[in-house]
């Protein structure tokens, strides 16, 4: 016989990271901490930031990775400009590791929490039809993920959660993250290393600018060749039931 007291409170339990999460979304915007990571800061404050990277060194690039983590658990609108950040405070090679590693832990962090708190009940509401795509999504987990990090058609916040409820692994999620952001990631580190020139001619710069329709065309192109696999896959079994 089952413990009613324990069939209620395992629930919140599982609701608490949630709950928190939220709180601190919320609380975020309502301090206006997102629009502290902008370009215009990041001209405005370049002698200092520049210098405490220059003395600190190991802290600060901790310190960034911490704070690329928790603004993308916490789903900040701020991705861009920090990313921007990245390369022209550490330049390609570091700043690109930086940015990459802190941004897989972040959207990690959010995928468990959404997982253990919401996955089972979702799935449950949604009925069979979400079992069918779960099945098709965990048969080729890693080329899924690729393609949903490579073309940014959806929001980074979207492609966390959604994989959650489709019963993603955890590793697949982690490895197709971390590899899947790598070239999104390059390009605003390209154009945030070259900053510094842009700042001192006295340019303006927008984020926008940065994704051109022959760089969308180059990662939607990668995002098919990741495909290749499912689509080996399917030709395969064709093949063998013929």
């Known amino acids: 016989m089952s413990n009613p007291k324990q069939s209620t409170t395992l629930p919140l339990r599982r609701l608490l990271p949630v709950a928190i999460l939220l709180a601190a979304f919320g609380l975020a915007f309502a301090l206006g901490l997102h629009e502290h990571f902008s370009i215009d800061t990041l001209r405005e404050h370049r002698a200092f930031l520049k210098a405490f990277v220059d003395d ?13 983590a928790v603004t993308t658990m916490l789903s900040l609108p ?4 920090l990313t921007l950040a990245g390369g022209f ?4 090679v570091f700043g ?30 949604a009925g069979p039809f979400i079992g069918r795509m779960e099945a098709g999504f965990r048969e080729n987990a890693l080329s899924y993920m690729l393609v949903l990090r490579l073309v940014p058609l959806f929001p980074f916040f979207i492609v966390n959660l959604v994989p959650a409820l489709l019963g993603v692994p955890l ?7 971390f590899i899947g952001i790598i070239p999104g990631t390059l390009v605003f580190i390209l154009a945030g290393a070259g900053l510094g020139s842009i ?11 940065v994704l051109t329709p022959e760089i969308l065309a180059g990662l939607a192109g990668l995002s098919l060749l990741s495909l290749l696999p499912v ?3 399917r030709v395969k079994a064709r093949r063998a039931a013929a």
């Open 231 to 233: 689509v080996y896959k």
């Open 199 to 209: 700042f001192d001619r006295g340019g303006d710069f927008t984020a926008h600018s």
């Open 56 to 68: 600190q060194g190991v802290f600060a690039a901790t310190a960034f990775i911490a704070l690329y």
């Open 89 to 92: 405070l550490f330049g390609l």
């Open 78 to 81: 701020v991705g861009a400009a």
């Open 96 to 125: 690109t590791l930086y940015v990459v590693v802190g941004a897989t832990l972040g959207a990690t962090a959010i995928f468990v929490i959404a997982r253990s708190a919401l996955g089972d009940l979702l799935r449950a509401r």
């Open 171 to 177: 590793r697949s999620y982690v490895v197709g993250t």
